[in-house]
């Protein structure tokens, strides 16, 4: 599989955004990488392309039956302008796991990864350099085949999207206020929680939305069965730090596996910090939080790395966590991640990978 590459020119490039103001999501670079796939064909070659609109047919199955997923990585600028990825093939992979579960062809993981590489390279001048900036990266595949029918279409197309990006949350490096709703769920075992696909998300719409008419940055999900067990926020991992031990609600199934949280997983238990992967329950959080052995709690994720959690609202009552300031370990954390992930310290993890 080679690369085919149509680069615009040079006067159709975009003027590039001011990188003091550029918010999560609203930009888009000059190129973009399309990749078709057609059952008994398998795979075309990727094309690097200007960036544009599409053309779907009506019938187009992901619009009718939802086959459609996507993950979100991000390249890093160093002090010396070299580009940076942080654990890619883990992102590749993990979309191959949503794909197999939303019965959706697999991509070729070292080949797609190349080609990324290849759009990175051309688009390198989008790659900000302001602190704590970053390039978003948002692969996706849908399933494109026009036809009416509850069954895994055969035609899919794969893309690459790239947008700079400064803090996910208004509130930058600073505690968030996160709404508890046992009103709604986010997923049940059994079904897709454990994978990135686009109907989760649209789901969990309706509930983000209430918490923000509250003053809540975002929605702590509960179990859908009991609600009880705490599951994730949503759009990260959620940890808890209770007398010394980080705690983490276990993968068993509607638990999206963050690949930062596996990797703040990996560093605690490198600095000797006891991790248990576990049932929490929400009344086991706010006994701790009422009687002090919760120390701090904060969320991790692609696009925010940690966020510290200032404050809980469950059943209609506010409780302030760690007097409403970033913990230590989640400050740690932040530093730690952020420095492996811009190149200022050394990372013997083999998490990133230049782009050459």
């Known amino acids: 599989m080679g690369i085919k590459i149509e680069k615009i020119a040079e006067h159709e490039l975009k003027a590039k955004p001011d990188e003091a103001a550029l918010g999560f999501g609203v930009h888009f670079t000059d190129h973009m990488l399309v990749m ?39 390249a890093y600028r160093d002090q ?46 989008w790659v900000p350099g302001a602190a704590g900036s970053s390039l978003y990266i948002r692969p996706t595949m849908i399933a494109t085949e026009a036809a009416l029918g509850v069954r ?84 990260s991992n959620i ?13 068993s199934g509607s638990i999206l596996p963050g690949i930062t949280r596996d990797s703040v997983i990996k560093l605690a238990k490198e600095w000797k910090i006891p991790v248990t992967e576990r049932a929490i329950s929400i009344d086991e959080v706010i006994t701790a939080l009422e009687d002090g052995s919760l120390q701090e709690i904060f969320a991790s994720g692609t696009a925010a790395v940690i966020s510290p959690v200032g404050a809980l609202n469950y059943k209609g009552k506010e409780v302030p966590v760690n007097g409403e300031k970033t913990g230590p370990l989640a400050q740690r954390l932040f530093d730690e991640l952020q420095e492996i992930q811009f190149g200022a310290r050394q990372d013997h993890f083999g998490w990133r990978i230049s782009i050459g």
């Open 36 to 74: 078709s796939y057609r059952e008994g064909e398998g795979w075309q070659e990727p094309v690097v392309k200007k960036y544009g609109d599409f053309s779907l047919d009506p019938a187009a199955m992901a619009l009718h039956y939802g086959q459609a997923i996507f993950e979100g990585l991000k």
């Open 239 to 251: 940890f808890f730090m209770i007398n010394g031990e980080l705690i983490t609600p276990a993968l």
């Open 152 to 235: 895994p279409a055969k035609e899919y197309l794969f893309y690459i999207i790239l947008s700079p990006v400064g803090a996910y949350y208004p509130e930058g490096f600073n505690p968030v206020k996160i709404y508890v709703t046992d009103n709604y769920v986010r997923a049940v075992k059994g079904g897709v929680g454990n994978v990135k696909t686009a109907g989760n998300y649209a789901a969990s719409i309706m509930a983000a939305l209430e918490a923000q008419d509250k003053g809540y940055t975002q929605v702590l999900w509960l179990d859908a069965i009991e609600r009880k067990y705490i599951e994730e926020i949503g759009t």
């Open 80 to 125: 010396d302008n070299q580009i940076y990825l942080f654990r890619p093939a883990d992102n590749l992979q993990r979309m191959n796991d949503s794909a197999t579960r939303m019965c959706m062809p697999n991509i070729p993981v070292d080949k797609v990864l190349a080609a990324m590489k290849e759009l990175l390279n051309i688009e390198r001048d």
